[in-house]
């Protein structure tokens, strides 16, 4: 049994001989649900090996404490692993930045980002995501919050090292241990573009399964894939803006950015952002206006 | 709260109203392509879609007001901590109406064992077994024993952390065709899955056990502590299964990377399946479909259906004049 051609009653014949698109539209800056998903997948596999290497590092330490590794030595240097043991302070970092990595850049927006995107216009019928843009946007907020987040793998006091539940003293007191400071500051900041990122993809994924699906397609009738992407969107679209509070609010409060003054406008920053601007649009594009 | 201060616990509190969420917008999309997975290569109906969805809501609906469970030592009052011990418990029940039906799926299916599958049956192995201890943690008066221990660290790798990640390599090994046009190499797939699966609980299996003798997790050494010097040997054991499991993942990487350009080329429906992204062209065109957009006449899971010719049937195939949906 081939593939049948039966029409949409009321669908258009698609035009396949559209213009050429450029190397940067095609491939950089596409609109094209099923390339942004290669490039979440590509991304997180990236990011997943940068994972386990540092995973290994830290095994290797807990089997072998006090011993020096080559490996260890290659990917840390001196400063971070003399004589190839590695340093205290860089064993919390890796841990830190090892659960992050998986959690957020690997298992949610890898996972959610990759399948996401390539499953629900192909499986409900559509021609693309209901945003091309708002879906080009969520990859390259991905895209740089990865960056930063290994950004902070270079600054002087280390990367974040309060554990992936940055919990505070450690994520609230610049001082309290060296991966406090400026890796800290970094990790919040990778983490807010990050939530900005989760939330126009879920936006995007929950107005195009509710608006998009071809003629014939009832709820009952989606794969479960479908559902579970739903679900897990509208999840995202109820957690994530307590984790930009939480974010922005809860360290910046006490010493992070040092001035009271600052942390007001970091609280500002929360409600007059995530509130007003994430629920219009989100009611906007529900409602198709 | 003034802006000076602030409260460590309300932090813990905002944190993990997202956090347990967090744990099932990584999991959700990996039960959903198992789903998807279980029933094309059982060439059988998913069992209980009606029951799937429902677990699917009851998981999102639960995932909210179970949160105080990972704060049980936070001095929280004990009834507060019974009415979350209680409401984690619940949980528990759309999770095993979920392993039940795939475990019902696969019972006498036509089962073909493509390396999506055997990460799929795998999700379902770490589902089980990392399920089984969460029921413990859920527990405050168990929790407390063994919160911050390597028993939380294997609990949540093998529940959350291998579960999602099989359900990833599943969809990736599923969905490469559709994704690059050309399939990946079946006999390293099946290497990297032996493989990974028994790194995994190699890994994680005997953290239980480190963590049941009391050692807390992110510690830089436990040789200072002669209480842990039963700990050591274990720690090389995992270390050990990790460095093969990593080597694992050298060999998925160049499967992916090489047969994303010298991989054979895929025909436009490899599996056999039902759903609508089968039936778009192989090579990727702007708007999926050529033509029209497909209609839709049955729903997606019409594997060995009685009466039909072939073991499945696709979604935009009209029913028969005397044919029931399902």
Redesign the interface.
Known sequence: ?????????D??????H?HEESFVSKYIFTH?H?MI??QF?VTA?FM??VA?IM??IF????????EGFAFTSFFLGEKWAPGGVLD?NM??AL?TIHGTI??FF???G???G???N??I????????MASGFINMLSYWFFFLSSIIMLSSLFVEGGPASA?W?????LS?LPKAIPGSGMGMTLWLVSMTLFIASSLMGGLNYVVTIMNLR?????M??????????L??A???I???P??V??SLV?PA??ARWEQ?ST??IS?SLARHWTIPVVVPYCSSICSGS | MDHSGGSPVLFQHLFWFLGHPEVYIVLLPALGITSEIISTNSRKPIFGYRAMIGSILAIGFLSFIVWGHHMFITGMNPFLGSVFVFTTLLIAIPSAVKVFNYITTLWRGNIVLTPAMLFSIGLVATFIAGGLTGIILADSALDINVHDTYFVVAHFHIVMGMSAIFGMFAGVYHWFPKMYGRMMNTKMGYAHFWVTFVCAFGVFFPMHFIGLAGAPRRYYSYSEFPMFDGVLDLNILVTLFAIVGALAQVLFTYNFFYSVFRGPKAVQNPWKSNTLEWTTPVEHIHGNWPGPLPVVYRWPYDYSKPGKAEDWVSQITPLDHDEEEH
């Open positions: 049994m081939g593939a049948h051609s039966i029409a949409h009653a669908g258009h014949a698609h035009d396949v559209h094209d099923k998903s290669k997948l596999i997943a090996w386990v995973s290994l095994r290797l330490q807990l089997a072998w404490p006090g205290p064993y919390l841990v998986m959690v690997v298992l949610t890898g996972l959610s990759t399948f996401a390539l499953l216009p192909l499986q409900l019928g559509a021609r693309d554990g539940t940055i919990y505070p003293p609230a071809t003629k014939g397609m009832k009952t009738r989606m794969p479960l894939t479908m559902w579970a992407i679900l897990t509208v999840l995202g109820l957690s994530f307590g984790a509070e939480r809860a409060s006490t009271a942390s007001v609280t």
